[in-house]
């Protein structure tokens, strides 16, 4: 059995990577945005401000979710390391399972 575990370590970084840039651009927009209400009447700039809000929060769910699954990644590159090196140590060249 031969487990790709560099592609998980792989994908995992590019998760990371791709967390790190949503960050970056979340934190900008936040940043660009402000806190001041952009319309001068009230019954426009209160739904609008709750609007943005809202798609704030969404980018912070999402970096938090590309995260989990980059680290997911790389916690299974590093289970299936434990689990080649298990099947390594336990066959015999001949392909028989030592008891």
Avoid: K
């Avoid at 609008?48 to 969404?58: D, M, P």
Wanted: glycine share 10%.
């Amino acid at each position: 059995m031969n487990i790709d575990a560099g592609g998980r370590h792989s994908s995992g970084r590019s998760f990371r990577r791709l967390a790190d840039e949503y960050t970056d651009f979340a934190t900008g927009l936040r940043s660009e945005w402000g806190d001041e209400a952009p319309l001068p009447y009230e019954e426009f700039s209160g739904p609008y401000l709750e609007l943005r809000r809202t798609l704030l929060e969404a980018c912070e769910r999402l970096d938090g979710h590309l995260r989990h699954v980059g680290n997911g990644q790389v916690i299974m590159a590093e289970v299936n390391v434990e689990a080649e090196h298990i099947n390594t140590v336990n066959v015999t060249p001949t392909g028989q399972a030592r008891a």
